[in-house]
């Protein structure tokens, strides 16, 4: 497999590779920021991008946020994007329920294991859920819980799908609910599974983390619509129309962003050193998965 080209300070490099594409699919987290500390040169380089007459799509697997939410957080660091430009993994999980799976009701409700940004989608795509942020949930265990949850009194007899992301609230009892949905035959999704969140110039646990103790429990993997999974590739091809061979997917780790971008066959994938991934990962003799080119930082395709 050829060695990635580092792009940082190689203008010429630079020019020669961005020419190769019409459309930048851009991950967030590590990429444009960490958390809420937006890295330098990024309204420049997309703007630059822009001006270039390149389309830019915000592909994140960051399940806390609707598209809508991170269109407020663009907006507040100052990043020029439009809701449409964006393609979460709560909006790819939603779509495929309502679009693909298309449950008949009323036995088509999801169990939410996450954030606000799984139901927002749920919600726009008209998919009945429960579970969720429902304050009702976030406590303790008590002992009538067990009685009232093995005998479903506390369960919802529609609930066809347990939806797992990145949860902030997980607890006990809500494992424990979703465990007994898997045990009586809903189907097991997942957002995402990444293990680890670039958080805080730092990583905290991530969405396959939150979600493990029921996975371990269930004995189970859940279908993920976030990278790598082609399903959101080809979900993100039909909305935007792309041409996979001139379009790059930019991403800070390995096994989600530049993985989803090889197996879609995409006309190449830009590694960013300022997330999850090292360099010594994929330069090393036998990596699995090697990106096209590489760059310390994205504010550095500013040449
Ligand atoms: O644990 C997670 O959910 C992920 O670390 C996080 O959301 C990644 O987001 P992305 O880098 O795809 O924007
Ligand atoms: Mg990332």
Known sequence: M??????????????????????FLFDCDGVLWSGDHMFDKVPETLEMLRSKGKRLVFVTNNSTKSRADYKKKFDKL???????????????????????????????KVFVMGESGIEQELEAEGVPYIGGTDPALRRDIEPEDFTNIANGSLLDPDVAIVLSGLDFHMNYLKTAIGFQYLQRGAKYLATNIDSTLPMAHSFFPGAGASGAGLEKAAGQTPVSFGKP???????????????????????????????FGIDGKLGGTLAVLTGVSKKEE?????????????VNAIGDLLG
Do not use: H, W
């Open 2 to 23: 050829s060695q990635p080209k580092f792009l940082s300070g190689d203008k010429a490099g630079i020019d020669e590779f961005l020419d190769r594409f019409d459309v």
């Open 78 to 108: 100052g990043i020029p994007a439009e809701v449409d430009e964006v393609f979460g993994s709560s909006y790819s999980a939603a779509v495929y329920i309502a679009r693909i799976l298309k449950l008949p009701a009323p036995k088509n």
């Open 229 to 259: 999974s082609q399903a959101m590739m080809d979900a993100i091809e039909g909305k935007f129309k792309l041409n996979r061979s001139r379009t790059c997917m930019i991403g800070d780790r390995l096994n989600t962003d530049i993985q």
């Open 282 to 294: 994929f330069l090393a003799e036998g990596a699995k998965t090697v990106p096209s080119a590489y």
